[in-house]
C-alpha cells in the first residue's frame, strides 16, 4: 500500500497555478515533517520543499522560492503546495514524502513517498 497519495496535477499555460495535495493513506503523518520533490524526464530528483509536522518552519529549493508555497492542515491529514508564475522548466512528475526529521531534505530521501502527480507547464 502506497502511503501517500498525491493529487492536483495537470497541465498549464506557463505563468498559471496549480496546487498539489498529499494525504496518507491507511496511516497518519500529522507529526512528521512532510514535502515535495520532482524529477523532469531524463533528471534526477530534485528537492522542492519541506514543511515541519507544526507547519512552523518550511524550506525550499532555490528554484522554486518566492513562487511555491508549502502548507499543511494536521486535522485533514494533508500538505499542500501551492505553485504559482509556474515555468516550462516547473515541468516534472511530482512526489511527496514524509520523514521523522525535517533536516537536509536536499541531501537525502525521505522514508515514505507517493507515486507521483504529473505537471506539465506548456510555454
Known amino acids: 500500500q502506497v502511503p501517500l497519495v498525491e493529487s492536483g496535477g495537470g497541465l498549464v499555460q506557463a505563468g498559471g497555478s496549480l496546487r498539489l495535495s498529499c494525504a496518507p493513506s491507511g496511516r497518519t503523518f500529522s507529526t512528521y515533517a512532510m514535502g515535495w520533490f520532482r524529477q523532469a524526464p531524463g533528471k534526477e530528483l530534485e528537492f522542492v520543499a519541506v514543511i515541519t509536522w507544526t507547519g512552523g518552519s518550511t524550506h525550499y529549493a532555490g528554484s522554486v522560492k518566492g513562487r511555491f508555497t508549502i502548507s499543511r492542515d494536521n486535522a485533514k491529514n494533508t500538505v499542500y503546495l501551492q505553485m504559482n508564475s509556474l515555468k516550462p522548466e516547473d515541468t516534472a512528475t511530482y512526489y511527496c514524502?514524509?520523514?521523522?526529521?525535517?533536516?537536509?531534505?536536499?541531501?537525502?530521501?525521505?522514508?515514505?513517498w507517493g507515486q507521483g502527480t504529473q505537471v506539465t507547464v506548456s510555454s
Open positions: 514524502a514524509a520523514d521523522s526529521s525535517p533536516a537536509d531534505w536536499n541531501k537525502r530521501t525521505p522514508d515514505y
